[in-house]
Structure formats: C-alpha cells, structure tokens
C-alpha cells in the first residue's frame, strides 16, 4: 500500500510539473506577442515607422512592390554590397568599439562606409519607385494615396486591405 501512495505521488507530482511547464510556455507566448504587437519599442501607438521609405513601398500593391523590388535587383546588382560585406562592416565597428584606446576617427570611418551602402541603395529603390508612380493614371496614385494615408493613420493593411492590427 505504501509502495502504490509513492508511486500515485510520483505520478502527481510529474503531472504538475509538465501542467506547469505547459501553463509557463502559454504565458510566455501571450507575454511574447503582446510585447511584439504593442510592447515598448513599438513607441507612438504602437505604429512606429522604423524606415521612412517603408511606407511608401508597403502602400504599393504587392505585384508593383514586387514589381519595384525585382527590377533593382535585376538592373542595379552592382550599386548592392553583399551580406557578408554587410556583415563586415559590422565586424569592423565591433572591434573598433573594442579598441583601446578608441579610435574615433576608424569609428567614422566604418559608419560613413555604412552611410553610403544604405544611401546607394535608397537611391536606386527610390529611383525604382518613382518609375512605378509615373506609370500610374490619376486614380491610380489617388488609390495609392488612400491607402498611404490610411496606412500612416492606422498601420499596415493585408492584401485585401484589412489592417494588419487594429488600435
């Protein structure tokens, strides 16, 4: 009898342990999305803009954004500096964060290089853009306009002009 209390014991204990396993990983999912839906980084009503462009692309109909995206690609592969040289860069301001002592003027260095990558490849995406904005008709752009204004207000839309979150 007193062999099957501790084996009953065992067994509870096992049975409370995984429901509490099972209730934290709920919790921290619920705390996950909510901090990425609405948490602190996401300042201003929860719509942050972290791109200024951003908005002027996620307003484009998918097949004009894709549209923008593959012509860069194909017509401007060389103004793109690579992943890895990306990465590099990073590598870079790593260690001359790590130096000792610092070195200002190496600091500037890599963020100026990283300056103009990000500004090259503005320019050729905006570039891009305004090739598909001169190709719309008048209710085009005023249909694209309403959808960045409406965009800007309340945040990004589904395809099917849903908003992506509702405030």
């Known amino acids: 009898m007193v062999e099957m209390k ?3 014991d065992k067994i509870l204990r096992w049975a409370l342990g995984l429901s509490l396993g099972a209730n934290l ?3 921290g999912l ?5 901090y990425r839906f609405s948490g602190p980084h996401m300042a201003g009503g929860g719509h942050k803009m972290h791109e200024y462009g951003t908005p002027y692309l996620m307003a484009m109909p998918s097949e004009r954004r894709r ?19 990306r990465r590099g860069l990073y590598d870079q301001a790593l260690a001359t964060l790590r130096s ?3 070195d200002m003027d190496a600091m500037k260095q ?8 990000t500004l090259d490849v503005q320019q050729v995406v905006q570039d891009a853009w305004l ?12 249909a694209y306009a309403d959808r960045l204004q409406a965009m800007l207000e309340h945040g990004p839309m589904h395809g099917d002009g849903r908003m992506m979150r509702e405030n």
């Open 6 to 8: 501790s084996r009953n």
């Open 25 to 27: 990983l709920v919790v």
């Open 110 to 117: 890599v963020l100026e290089e990283q300056r103009t990558t």
């Open 67 to 85: 549209e923008i995206f593959r012509s860069v690609r194909v017509s401007n592969a060389d103004k793109f500096v690579t992943k890895a040289a």
């Open 100 to 102: 000792d002592p610092f």
């Open 30 to 34: 619920v705390a996950g999305t909510a």
């Open 131 to 142: 090739g598909e904005i001169a190709q719309m008709d008048e209710a085009s752009r005023n």
